[in-house]
């Protein structure tokens, strides 16, 4: 049984390259509502998987590094016990699984090959955007507001994050009002290559919980939770780190799971079209750390050991991240 450990981690150098025998042509590619679908057997021929097997509508392909699972009728999708949400349902079709190739181009394969992202690992700045602020409080609880946990949070990444050498570069570094726009504005005017990270809590209902992290939404995917608009379709700034984007996504949200431990839920790793993510020029993601409306996710919002285990979390992030794009250098030939 795999030992739980967040993806990118320990996939680092674990898949090998495409197999030779899975050429272009020999892609197994459906038409579903006008979208193309990849067979779950291509997938496990390119990545090597030793096996794919099926029970009822779960399907699992697994090799000794990854356990990815699949779940035919549902965007629901498992590498290595995280969860991932699809922007396609995975079809059914002549009894095979078929994944969207949306899916597979923007979300299985930079997670599964991180150093195939090209330019992604050549950076040593991180931008901290702490939602909220001033005369935006964010949601409230009786213990404070999400404002002041986000800067909380944020303040206590930048100290881990400058002891391991980073530079640091914070949209706001007081309780101040910043409009979206604005917290755009500060992270685009880092010329430097640059990482870009929101700082965010949840609020609904008194039920809900978890942590959950939103990627930019690719071209003709919509925002969670919603139906696709015509505005979906259009590219925006942000999109052009699709794929760095997921591997951000996917460090951070691991990373943040380990730290915080077995007992917190796990909500997946989601596309949205927030603003902040829509405009920003560099890898960006924002992390939503638990639900202030939630009455025990409150009470360890609010405590400094869970503080510190999420900043924890998220600092450890940047490093896995950069290390998991980085292309390595290829070894000397031997004579």
């Not at 919980?209 to 990627?215: A, C, M, S, V, Y």
């Not at 940047?318 to 250098?329: F, G, I, S």
């Amino acid at each position: 049984m795999l030992r739980w450990v967040p993806v990118l981690a320990l996939l680092l150098g674990m898949v090998a390259g495409p197999a030779a025998a899975a050429s272009a042509s020999a892609w197994d590619i459906k038409k579903v509502n006008g979208d193309d679908y990849v067979s779950a057997d291509n997938i496990k021929q390119f990545y090597h998987f030793a096996s794919l097997t099926r029970s009822g509508s779960t399907v699992t392909l697994e090799n000794a590094t990854v356990l990815m699972k699949l779940n035919v009728g549902s965007t629901d999708c498992s590498m290595n016990n995280v969860k991932f949400v699809f922007s396609k349902s995975v079809e059914e079709i002549d009894s095979k699984a078929y994944v969207s190739r949306t899916d597979l181009a923007k979300l299985i394969d930079p997670v599964l090959r991180p150093r195939f992202i090209k330019n992604a690992g050549s950076f040593n700045t991180v931008v901290l955007d702490p939602g909220h602020g001033g005369k935006d409080p964010g949601a409230t609880n009786p213990y404070g507001t999400e404002a002041e946990y986000n800067l909380k949070i944020a303040t206590l990444v930048k100290a881990k994050l400058v002891t391991m050498g980073y530079k640091v570069i914070m949209t706001r570094d007081s309780d101040r009002f910043l409009s979206l726009q604005e917290r755009v504005n500060v992270a685009n005017a880092v010329t430097e290559n640059a990482i870009f990270i929101a700082i965010h809590f949840n609020s609904g209902g008194t039920g809900a919980r978890g942590i959950e992290t939103f990627t930019l939404s690719p071209p003709g995917v919509a925002h969670y939770g919603r139906g696709l608009v015509e505005a979906d379709k259009i590219e925006r700034a942000g999109n052009e780190h699709d794929s760095a984007n997921m591997a951000l996504a996917t460090s951070a949200h691991g990373s943040v799971l380990r730290a915080l431990g077995t007992n917190t839920l796990d909500r997946g790793i989601k596309r949205a079209r927030y603003t902040v993510l829509s405009g920003i020029t560099h890898p960006a993601i924002l992390l939503e750390g638990g639900f202030l409306s939630h009455p025990y996710e409150a009470r360890l919002i609010h405590n400094e050991k869970y503080q510190a285990a999420l900043a924890g979390g998220i600092a450890a992030a940047v490093t896995r991240y950069r290390k998991a794009v980085t292309p390595q250098p290829e070894a000397p030939a031997k004579p």
